[in-house]
C-alpha cells in the first residue's frame, strides 16, 4: 500500500516478519524527508516499532534526507524500535562508510533479506556511541 505519493516520491509500506518495509522510490531531499519523518511517526504511533527503510529506488540522498535518518533513528531508539537498510547502490553505500554508519546499521541487498529473522529487542542499542567515534 502506497503511504505516500509525490510527483518526486512515492513510498509503499509493507508488513514482513514483524518488519515495517518502507519501499521509496524518488529522491530523498529537502522535499520529501519531511514526508517520510512524518509517515514513521504516524506508523510508530499505530505500534510499528522495526523498520527496513529500502533505498533501491532512491537516486539521490542529500543531507536533508541524512538528517531525518537520524531523526528517525532517535525516534526509534525511544521506542525500543530497529532500523535497518536496503541498498545496493555502491554510490550510497559510500556516503553511509563516509558517514561512519555501517558500523551502526545493518545493510541488506533486498527486503527479503532484511527481514528475514522477526525483530527481538531494541536494535539501536549502539547508536550514537559508535556513530560519535567516526
Not at 24 to 29: I, K, L, P, T
Not at 59 to 67: A, F, K, R, T, W
Not at 89 to 112: I, N, Q, S, T
Request: charged content about 25%.
Amino acid at each position: 500500500m502506497n503511504i505516500i505519493e509525490d510527483p518526486c516520491m512515492v513510498v509503499s509500506c509493507d508488513v514482513m516478519n514483524g518488519w515495517t518495509v518502507l519501499h521509496v522510490d524518488g529522491e530523498v531531499d529537502i522535499h520529501t524527508s519531511p514526508m517520510i519523518r512524518k509517515a514513521v511517526a504516524e506508523l510508530l504511533d499505530e505500534g510499528h516499532r522495526h523498520f527496513v527503510l529500502d533505498l533501491c529506488a532512491v537516486p539521490l540522498l542529500d543531507s536533508m534526507g541524512l538528517g531525518m535518518i537520524v531523526a528517525v533513528t532517535k525516534r526509534l531508539q525511544d521506542h525500543q524500535g530497529s532500523l535497518r537498510f536496503v541498498c545496493a547502490d555502491d554510490r550510497l553505500l559510500r556516503v553511509f562508510r563516509v558517514c561512519g554508519w555501517h558500523e551502526v546499521y545493518r545493510f541488506y541487498d533486498a527486503p527479503e533479506e532484511a527481514t528475514r529473522r522477526a525483530p527481538s529487542g531494541c536494535g539501536l542499542e549502539s547508536w550514537p556511541r559508535r556513530l560519535a567515534r567516526s
